[in-house]
Structures are given as structure tokens and as C-alpha cells.
């Protein structure tokens, strides 16, 4: 069976810090990737998409990236954190009809 | 943008009630999604519904789906306190299910 982890659970950052959020999927190849956010007291919106190695799409302009080095492996980055970037980060795979969010990471900057 | 808007943003009910969620959206779509989160915490997938079904069942939940409207309805029965969390419509049009577009949700209060 397939199962997505994510990590870190909580992460608490200053404002201007570099940001790593990574997010591994076992039990499949070739998933799409997906990276979400949840801003508090709000609905989830998707930031970058993945349908391959080094195929990256970005949904919304915004301080953050995303990058996938292997087939089951998705990073989300950042240079220099906003205030704005706190939130929740859900990282999420698919293929086919089948697919699942992680647990998430709770993000506050600081 | 957010596609999908819930009505109510929040209900509170009593335990053993029904509990009755509106999801409205603005364009096609191929799935629509129901989603459950607990406080803070991950997604739980509930149910999907294709754009061609008008209703589904699973347990409890009953998910109706009018695409005439671009409305969506998820119930659910004789509620429970553990019923608690906020509920969520998610919409996608085609290419893969999991490329989504989340309303804002709607917060579930199960008094017991």
C-alpha cells in the first residue's frame, strides 16, 4: 500500500529564514505530487504540482518553490520567509484514481 | 481562487441530529470531493462523486451533486460528538483528481 510522509509536524521560523518542507511517497512510482497551503480559517489552495522529475508547476505567484529530485521525493523552499507564509502545508500524491494528503506541517513565522 | 464555497461556514447541532452541508461551485468539473479535518490536523478523504452521479452513500454521509445548480450537499446522519471538525467541498476538472480546488469549509460542532 502506498503512504506519504511529511515533516516536519511543526516548524517555527523567523521572518527572513530559509525553509525546507520535504514530503516522500512509498509504495508507488511516478506519482503526481502535489503542495498545498491553509491559511488560518481558510479552504486549502494549491501552490505547485508535480508530474515528474524536475517538472514543477506553480499554481500562484508567491515567495516559495518547489522542487522534485527523485521520482518519489518533493521539497518545498523558501530563501527568505514571510510573515505570510505561515500556515499550513499539506503535501499530497495521485495516480490514477488513488492518491492521499500527508499529515501536514504547521508553519509559523515568526 | 477558491472554487468551491460551503454554506454554513459554521453549524452546531445536538448529538443524534442530521447535519446537512452546501457546497456551490463556478465551473465544470469531472470529481467533487468531501474532505473531513479535525483541528489542525490532516485531511481525511470521505467521499468523491463523479460529475455524471447525482448521489452517493457511504455510511452515514450522503453526498448529492446537481450540476445544473454547480451545488453539491453532503449530509450526515445521527450525528456524533466525534462528528466534530471542519468539512470540506473539494472540486477538480479533470486530469487527476488530486489537482483541487477547496472551498472554505464548513466548521461541524456535534454537541453531545
Known amino acids: 500500500s502506498q503512504t506519504i510522509h511529511q515533516w516536519p509536524a511543526t516548524l517555527v521560523q523567523p521572518v527572513g529564514s530559509p525553509l525546507s518542507l520535504e514530503c516522500t511517497v512509498e509504495?508507488?512510482?511516478?506519482?503526481?505530487l502535489y503542495w498545498y497551503r491553509q491559511a488560518a480559517g481558510r479552504g486549502l489552495q494549491l501552490l505547485f504540482y508535480?508530474?515528474?522529475?524536475?517538472?514543477i508547476s506553480s499554481e500562484v505567484p508567491q515567495n516559495l518553490s518547489a522542487s522534485r529530485p527523485q521520482d518519489r521525493q518533493f521539497i518545498l523552499s523558501s530563501k527568505k520567509l514571510l510573515l505570510s507564509d505561515s500556515g499550513f502545508y499539506l503535501c499530497?500524491?495521485?495516480?490514477?484514481?488513488?492518491?492521499?494528503f500527508g499529515n501536514g506541517t504547521r508553519l509559523t513565522v515568526t | 481562487s477558491q472554487q468551491g464555497e460551503e454554506d454554513p461556514q459554521a453549524l452546531s447541532i445536538q448529538e443524534g441530529e442530521n447535519a446537512t452541508m452546501n457546497c456551490s461551485y463556478k465551473?465544470?468539473?469531472?470529481?467533487l470531493q468531501w474532505y473531513r479535518q479535525n483541528s489542525g490536523r490532516g485531511l481525511v478523504h470521505l467521499i468523491l462523486?463523479?460529475?455524471?452521479?447525482r448521489e452517493k452513500h457511504s455510511g452515514r454521509l450522503r453526498v448529492t451533486l446537481d450540476t445544473s445548480k454547480k451545488s453539491s450537499s453532503l449530509l450526515i446522519t445521527a450525528s456524533r460528538a466525534a462528528d466534530t471538525a471542519s468539512y470540506f467541498c473539494?472540486?477538480?476538472?479533470?486530469?487527476?483528481?488530486?489537482?483541487?480546488?477547496f472551498g472554505k469549509g464548513t466548521l461541524l460542532t456535534v454537541n453531545p
Open positions: 509504495g508507488t512510482s511516478n506519482p503526481n
Open positions: 462523486i463523479r460529475s455524471n452521479e
Open positions: 473539494a472540486t477538480d476538472s479533470g486530469g487527476s483528481n488530486y489537482k483541487l480546488t
Open positions: 465551473t465544470s468539473i469531472n470529481n
Open positions: 508535480s508530474v515528474g522529475i524536475g517538472q
Open positions: 499530497a500524491w495521485s495516480k490514477g484514481p488513488r492518491g492521499g
